[in-house]
């Protein structure tokens, strides 16, 4: 009798696992001590849902993301990332960026309701503020034109 030999090999990772453990290895995060909800893990679902054109969801899993923790890597990179993500959602609003500190930023267009110089928060990183809150235009210091280039 001969003993059919198999060789078994071990699935592939998909895409998906390999970015997730280049991301570990970057930050340095180890899921049994750090939860996934961690910034970086965050970051990286924003960046997956914008890539299936779910810009809805990927700006509001930046509302969700608690900054206070992240290193300053993460703060830089979620602010590109969010920023990234609001100009495609954006693009055709007359949209502006309010930035109060590092790793905070909100993006904010003109009250559909009125012209009293109020403003919608339509997206935000690391504030308490929600889409959706009105603001006064002349409360906030350092708008910018959310658009690339342009100037106010």
């Not at 309701?113 to 906030?140: C, I």
């Amino acid at each position: 009798m001969t003993a059919a030999t198999t060789t078994m090999t071990a699935p592939r990772p998909t895409l998906e696992e390999l970015v997730d453990r280049i991301i570990d290895a970057i930050f340095g995060l180890d899921e049994t001590v750090q939860p996934i909800t961690s910034p970086a893990r965050a970051i990286h679902e924003a960046r997956r849902l914008r890539q299936t054109g779910d810009l809805d969801r990927a700006l509001a899993v930046f509302a969700d993301l608690n900054m206070s923790e992240a290193t300053d890597g993460e703060q830089r990179w979620a602010h590109a990332e969010f920023l990234d993500i609001a100009r495609r959602r954006f693009r055709d609003d007359e949209a502006l960026v309010y930035r109060p500190g590092t790793g905070r930023a909100a993006v904010l267009t003109a009250d559909a309701l009125g012209d009293d110089g109020t403003l919608e928060v339509r997206a935000v990183l690391g504030m308490r503020w929600r889409p959706g809150k009105l603001v006064s235009q002349r409360s906030l210091r350092g708008l910018r034109p959310l658009a690339r280039g342009g100037a106010r």
